[in-house]
């Protein structure tokens, strides 16, 4: 694939190949916007089918990071990198320091923190490689792991969906349709089953659904009927692009507020949900708890300023809300906007825009 006809590049600063025949590591580097500030955004390992596969995540996970990071107020730009291989059987520790030798050739315009397929205990061996890493637990640094961060900006941006569009206080008695268990899936669950209400799980890993049953006393469906199945919320906290033609005109939810990265499979969709009236919480605004966390250790903000400004997620959240509901746009296109008008003024760090 020529990378600029392809229609996930969006006037990407750079898009890097890397290969290095000792190791064997394969890996794309892409940075969408520096505008903010460094391009920040998780190295993600998995067996893609292609290296077009390869390439298209990075494009359009490092465009969601631009956002995200922009929605949140925050002094970083987007980037991504992907690392080429099975996790399982590919990972070694001279393919991840050849890996931190591909941060460094980016010059520092790219800080490389924990996604897919990478471990906590991947993290120092990079970081013995490159100074350009953050988004774990270093001694003496604030902010590390973003699972538990990401969890809590879903949770408070769903009560805030909620409000918006059941005026409701409250997920109590709610039945909710969890997609995906992993830390960010199952912190929601935990808060949501504190909260008293009724879940509803699925997940291919049959560990934690049974985990979830045992826990919070949830309901099971399958993997393929999870986002189908009749309930007040669908959270979405797997892999993304489930919202499509074929999906949408089967949603029997009333809001889509979970923390999957481009759960939309084109923006389009989000026309097709407002149109059924369901409420959608946009992706990168509501699950950026995690890049805040990160963000926090990179400017040794405090753990109380961290949480601070994940909460305010909630209040972001309304203001889309509010916005779409005055301008008859889906919610998505509003936040794209709110997102594309910080990144062109560079303002990094401006208090947080409600209009």
Same mark, same amino acid.
């Given at each position: 694939?020529?990378?600029?006809?392809?229609?996930?590049?969006?006037?990407?600063?750079?898009?890097?190949?890397?290969?290095?025949?000792?190791?064997?590591?394969?890996?794309?580097?892409?940075?969408?916007?520096?505008?903010?500030?460094?391009?920040?955004?998780?190295?993600?390992?998995?067996?893609? *089918?292609?290296?077009? =596969? @390869?390439?298209?995540?990075? &494009?359009? !996970?490092?465009?969601?990071?631009?956002?995200?990071? +922009? /929605?949140?107020?925050?002094?970083?730009?987007?980037?991504?990198?992907?690392?080429?291989?099975?996790?399982?059987?590919?990972?070694?520790?001279?393919?991840?320091?050849?890996?931190?030798?591909?941060?460094?050739?980016?010059?520092?315009?790219?800080?490389?923190?924990?996604?897919?397929?990478?471990?906590?205990?991947?993290?120092?061996?990079?970081?013995?490689?490159?100074?350009?890493?953050?988004?774990?637990?270093?001694?003496?640094?604030?902010?590390?792991?973003?699972?538990?961060?990401?969890?809590?900006?879903?949770? *408070?941006?769903?009560? =805030? @969906?909620?409000?918006?569009? &059941?005026? !409701?206080?409250?997920?109590?008695?709610?039945?909710? +349709? /969890?997609?995906?268990?992993?830390?960010?899936?199952?912190?929601?669950?935990?808060?949501?089953?504190?909260?008293?209400?009724?879940?509803?799980?699925?997940?291919?890993?049959?560990?934690?659904?049974?985990?979830?049953?045992?826990?919070?006393?949830?309901?099971?469906?399958?993997?393929?009927?999870?986002?189908?199945?009749?309930?007040?919320?669908?959270?979405?906290?797997?892999?993304?692009?489930?919202?499509?033609?074929?999906?949408?005109?089967?949603?029997?939810?009333?809001?889509?507020?979970?923390?999957?990265?481009?759960?939309?499979?084109?923006?389009?969709?989000?026309?097709? &949900?407002?149109?059924?009236?369901?409420?959608?919480?946009?992706?990168?605004?509501?699950?950026?708890?995690?890049?805040?966390?990160?963000?926090?250790?990179?400017?040794?903000?405090?753990?109380?300023?961290?949480?601070?400004?994940?909460?305010?997620?909630?209040?972001?959240?309304?203001?889309?809300?509010?916005?779409?509901?005055?301008?008859?746009?889906?919610?998505?296109?509003?936040?794209?906007?709110?997102?594309?008008?910080?990144?062109?003024?560079?303002?990094?760090?401006?208090?947080?825009?409600?209009?």
């Amino acid at each position: 694939m020529n990378v600029f006809e392809s229609s996930d590049f969006d006037a990407h600063e750079t898009v890097a190949f890397f290969h290095d025949k000792k190791t064997g590591l394969k890996a794309i580097i892409a940075i969408h916007s520096t505008a903010l500030g460094p391009a920040c955004g998780g190295t993600r390992m998995y067996p893609y *089918v292609s290296a077009d =596969a @390869a390439l298209t995540d990075a &494009l359009r !996970l490092s465009r969601g990071m631009s956002y995200k990071s +922009a /929605i949140a107020d925050l002094p970083l730009g987007g980037g991504k990198a992907v690392i080429i291989g099975d996790p399982a059987k590919d990972k070694s520790e001279v393919r991840l320091l050849a890996y931190a030798q591909a941060v460094n050739a980016l010059g520092g315009r790219y800080v490389t923190a924990m996604d897919v397929g990478m471990r906590p205990a991947d993290m120092p061996v990079i970081a013995r490689g490159t100074k350009f890493i953050a988004g774990y637990d270093q001694a003496g640094k604030t902010g590390g792991d973003s699972g538990p961060l990401t969890a809590l900006g879903v949770f *408070v941006g769903m009560k =805030a @969906a909620v409000k918006h569009r &059941l005026g !409701l206080d409250t997920t109590k008695g709610l039945t909710i +349709a /969890i997609q995906g268990l992993g830390k960010v899936g199952m912190g929601v669950a935990k808060r949501l089953h504190e909260e008293e209400a009724k879940l509803v799980v699925a997940d291919v890993n049959d560990d934690v659904v049974r985990r979830a049953v045992e826990a919070f006393d949830a309901r099971i469906a399958s993997p393929d009927d999870i986002v189908t199945v009749e309930c007040d919320v669908l959270s979405p906290n797997a892999m993304g692009a489930i919202l499509d033609e074929r999906t949408i005109p089967h949603l029997r939810a009333h809001v889509v507020a979970g923390g999957a990265n481009n759960q939309l499979a084109r923006d389009e969709h989000g026309a097709m &949900l407002a149109a059924r009236g369901v409420l959608y919480a946009p992706d990168y605004a509501i699950n950026g708890g995690g890049i805040i966390r990160v963000a926090g250790q990179i400017c040794g903000w405090s753990d109380a300023e961290i949480e601070r400004r994940t909460l305010a997620i909630a209040d972001t959240l309304t203001a889309i809300f509010r916005r779409a509901d005055a301008e008859k746009r889906p919610t998505n296109v509003i936040a794209d906007a709110m997102a594309e008008k910080r990144m062109a003024a560079g303002n990094p760090g401006a208090a947080m825009a409600t209009d």
